[in-house]
């Protein structure tokens, strides 16, 4: 691993960059300044093309920030994190009704040609909604205001920013590694009702984003135990996809040989991710070996020499601002 860089949410910090991050504070820091930076970025390709990909990759983006919030929210103001979401939650619905409309050209095609015209009426209204929640965000250099406003204040858990950041990964993962663990259990059981595959669906999606977040500090060893999740979440998205193609023409008068197609996959979907979840996650097993893993993938990585750096949690100087 010696002389290898690992990457954070798309972005590479090297073996020396990620040993100065040491406290909670300072990763925590660093990685919503990397998200915040890769969702603009995304948001500005989304102002300039229409297509289904770009709305996949803002929702994405809109997670990965939304999820590290949440984690580093001891860490962060509390003011800039109620601003950022009320924003990010406008975008996210906006993104939200695109893309079902995508997903219903995509999964009925020919099959519901008599909606097209609805579908599209749909998506040209949501996407005209989407436009003007991205321009918000980037009118007046919004993002750099809100990175700078993240630590503008005082932190409310001056404990949990001083504590390694190793520390505070294990002690993040442990806990929602047993959750997961619990409800995915749940979820695979024959009896399971839609509302518990619904909410295994998002705690799968919040866990695969946590992991990523954590990645330099576990290494790529973890991107094993990170592909499986991904692909359990990939499953139940298509569950997902299925279920809401369906009320979306149900709205519309429907068709039964159209709603018994979206039906059948749908439960080819369900029957799929329990093939999966018993292969990968359901014996007692694995689940002490991911507690396990928790406590191996750990980043050896020689101390830098000292820099300039803030003395008290909340407060930078001029020149730890320039380091990280």
């Known amino acids: 691993m010696r002389g290898m860089s690992c990457w954070i949410a798309g972005f590479c910090i090297d ?31 989304s102002l300039r093309s229409d297509d289904a990909e770009a709305v ?4 994405v983006s809109i997670r990965r920030l ?4 949440f984690v580093f929210e ?26 079902n409309c995508d997903i219903a050209t995509k999964l009925c095609g020919k099959r519901a ?10 998506r040209d209204d949501a996407r005209r909604k989407l436009i003007i929640a991205l321009k918000r965000w980037t009118h007046g250099d919004y993002s750099s205001r809100l990175i700078d406003g993240f630590t ?3 932190a409310r858990n001056a404990e949990f920013c001083r504590n390694g950041i190793e520390s505070t990964a294990r002690r993040v993962l442990y806990g929602m590694t047993k959750d997961f663990f619990h409800a995915g259990n749940q979820a695979a059981e024959e009896t399971a009702s839609p509302r518990e595959l619904h909410e295994f ?3 799968a999606k919040r866990f695969r984003y946590t992991v990523e977040l954590f990645l330099p500090i576990y290494g790529r060893r973890a991107t094993i135990r990170l592909d499986q999740i991904k692909r359990i979440q990939a499953n139940l998205g298509d569950v997902n996809d299925c279920e809401t193609v369906r009320f979306m023409l149900a709205d519309w008068g429907g068709s039964r040989r159209l709603d018994r197609f979206l039906k059948k996959r749908e439960e080819e979907n369900i029957d799929e991710f329990r093939r999966q979840w018993t292969d990968a996650f359901a014996d007692t097993e694995n689940l002490h070996r991911w507690l396990h893993d928790l406590q ?21 100087s001029a020149s730890s601002r320039s380091t990280r």
Do not use: N, W, Y
């Open 15 to 45: 073996r020396r960059g990620l040993s100065i991050m040491r406290e909670t504070f300072e990763f925590a820091v660093a990685s919503t300044r990397v998200l915040v930076r890769k969702l603009t970025s995304q948001i500005r390709t």
């Open 56 to 59: 996949h990759d803002l929702r």
């Open 66 to 69: 939304v999820q590290a919030l």
């Open 74 to 99: 001891p860490c962060l103001s509390r003011r800039e994190i109620g601003k950022a979401r009320r924003r990010l939650k406008r975008i996210m619905a906006a993104a939200g009704l695109v893309r």
């Open 113 to 122: 040609a008599r909606f097209q015209k609805k579908i599209q009426s749909r």
């Open 152 to 154: 503008a204040s005082k």
């Open 201 to 203: 669906r998002i705690l």
């Open 296 to 316: 191996r993938f750990r980043i050896t990585a020689r101390e830098p020499a000292p820099i300039a750096r803030a003395t008290s949690v909340g407060r930078r």
